[in-house]
């Protein structure tokens, strides 16, 4: 049950009641619109009509009227219902309020955000008023509650214990469980993973689960265990077996797996008859890739791709709804239902002319009517991560010969690493990088200075220094193929206490702050989009040949992905848990 029924009065259920009978007058009518009943498929041409934010009737009489009713022709349009997209990572440089804000200009009512890097570092009450705050946005805010922190570091891991999650968990505004990464621990026994999966099974709420490529043995597993759904189906062969276990599947197109063209494809040439159990994402993509719209942005590809525009617009709104237990309030045009209503020029037009959030005019051709609120970010705890002082130095790099064979690094694709064992040359005892394209330094260092892991990379580009804390270990990543530029780009970011930036040729080329957490910026979107554009313009040019070089560094430190990355520990072969290079103190 949302908050918005708990907090409606009796009254005014009453007056909701009334003005459906046709006897007070209307809040708002909307008139002479077509109307997309998600519900039947049928297009109709019906009077919508208001009292407050709530939607009162759906139907061909006139509502009553007065003085005070707000009465909209929408002669022309064709009205659906808000957009609710499932499953969002908001803090990818940008944040949840500047995502909400342009999310909600595009059509996109309703947010669903995972709190890994919030639950990491805010304090539970910080947390509390965290969702309480975002409660109060234009843009309906809801959340996940994560069960592991994707980085098998012991210090984060201590902080997912089941009581914490419990208490998370029985939040209203909280509506699932996951994403969840460490599912291989849980499906082998580890007791840790079993007590937080029981919480989350207790709770009632939904849980989602991270299985790229997994067999139908181990999606048996991880059903058995509690898992309610998946976004990571690549095929659609893959997105069949999800369904048959039981699963909904959310259907993504993001910057590293634009799959869902091909997925409705592919469900297209199996006649899927099973659409009502399916979602479409973002999953978190960079701003960069979020310039051509959002959760609109998916509807269109959908039906580009041969879905009826009904089951289209199903996907993006009545089939969240009615998985996270939300129908009753929210997914279509229908009586007691919130009024969250796009107004399209064309069905085949997914990004809405008008955007009608609580039964107000938020947007006109994505365009705000109103700024946000604004948020002191600092009253919830969110502000710049404590980090050592800026004396980084080129000596830091260097890497001891272990052998003849050495281990490096190499890019897969923009999120895959794969082992390459390599003669490399060495002088003075130091491991030296070859003269040849592709190869570079790359060090994760501890924030507060305890720690570095060094190694070489091949395959991400050819730069003199790039440094970013923008990781999943909270800790700086730094590459580059000159120490000396590598300390002052590390020692740039230190300084700015987080952000993204490249020197070249001793020059600072390229700077983005992210103050929040190392992670996020308090910049518009608009701002960001063309930032992050410019990096990874930047980077193509140094020989970047992935999707998403922002996901590339993020997940340099990520050890649920295969197959090598940098830990505390030191470079690590997360199939088998090798540590391949140690670490190095640099405790004096």
Same mark, same amino acid.
């Given at each position: ?150 980085? =098998? ?73 509690? =898992? ?238 790039? =440094? ?121």
């Amino acid at each position: 049950m949302s908050d918005n029924v708990r907090n409606m009065s009796q009254e005014k259920l009453r007056r909701l009641i009334s003005v459906s009978r046709l006897q007070t007058p209307a809040t708002t009518w909307i008139r002479g619109a077509q109307v997309l009943n998600v519900y039947t498929g049928e297009v109709l041409p019906l009077h919508v009509v208001l009292c407050e934010d709530r939607i009162a009737y759906v139907g061909e009489k006139e509502p009553l009227t007065d003085d005070d009713t707000r009465i909209i022709d929408a002669r022309g349009f064709t009205l659906v219902p808000g957009y609710i997209e499932p499953h969002v990572h908001s803090y990818q440089v940008y944040n949840p309020l500047t995502l909400g804000e342009y999310a909600l200009a595009r059509g996109t009512t309703t947010l669903l955000h995972d709190n890994l890097v919030f639950f990491l570092h805010l304090a539970e009450r910080e947390l509390e008023e965290l969702l309480a705050t975002f409660h109060r946005l234009p843009v309906k805010n809801y959340w996940w509650c994560r069960l592991d922190p994707q980085v =098998a570091q012991p210090e984060m891991v201590a902080l997912f214990t089941p009581e914490r999650l419990k208490q998370i968990l029985q939040h209203p505004l909280v509506l699932q469980a996951g994403e969840l990464t460490f599912w291989k621990e849980l499906i082998d026994g580890d007791m840790g993973m079993v007590a937080r999966m029981w919480e989350a099974r207790q709770s009632g709420k939904r849980i989602e689960t991270h299985n790229p490529g997994a067999s139908v043995e181990t999606l048996n597993a991880v059903a058995a265990a509690g =898992a309610t759904g998946c976004h990571e189906s690549i095929t659609a062969e893959e997105v069949m077996r999800r369904l048959r276990l039981g699963y909904y599947a959310t259907l993504r197109y993001s910057s590293i797996r634009p799959d869902l063209p091909d997925l409705i494809k592919g469900l297209l040439e199996l006649d899927c008859q099973h659409w009502d159990r399916m979602m479409l994402t973002t999953d978190g993509s960079p701003p960069f890739f979020l310039a051509a719209g959002f959760l609109d942005a998916c509807v269109r590809l959908a039906i580009e791709a041969g879905l009826s525009p009904a089951l289209a617009y199903r996907l993006a709104t009545l089939n969240p709804a009615v998985y996270y237990r939300l129908d009753q309030e929210l997914g279509g045009i229908a009586p007691g239902r919130i009024a969250d209503i796009l107004f399209l020029e064309d069905l085949r037009n997914p990004t809405p002319v008008r955007v009608m959030a609580n039964g107000r005019i938020v947007a006109e051709n994505q365009v705000p009517q109103e700024p946000f609120p604004s948020i002191e970010w600092t009253r919830l705890g969110i502000g710049a991560l404590p980090m050592l002082e800026p004396k980084v130095e080129p000596e830091w790099f260097e890497i001891t010969a272990p052998g003849d064979a050495f281990p490096v690094m190499e890019m897969y694709n923009a999120v895959i690493t794969r082992l390459r064992s390599e003669s490399l040359p060495v002088r003075d005892g130091r491991v030296q990088l070859p003269q040849k394209p592709g190869y570079m330094y790359v060090s994760l260092l501890h924030r507060q200075g305890e720690w570095i892991t060094t190694g070489v990379i091949k395959g991400f580009a050819e730069l003199d220094a790039l =440094a970013c804390t923008y990781t999943l270990s909270g800790d700086l990543v730094i590459l580059g193929r000159d120490p000396v530029q590598m300390a002052q780009a590390a020692n740039h970011v230190i300084a700015h206490r987080g952000g993204i930036c490249v020197w070249e040729r001793g020059e600072l080329v390229y700077d983005l702050p992210l103050p929040m957490f190392g992670t996020m910026s308090p910049l518009p979107m608009s701002h960001l989009i063309e930032e992050s554009g410019r990096l990874f313009e930047l980077l193509r040019r140094a020989g970047y040949l992935f999707a998403d070089p922002i996901y590339s560094l993020l997940f340099l430190s990520a050890t649920h992905l295969p197959k090598v990355r940098l830990t505390p520990q030191g470079i690590c072969n997360t199939n088998d848990g090798q540590i391949l290079l140690p670490a190095r103190s640099l405790k004096k």
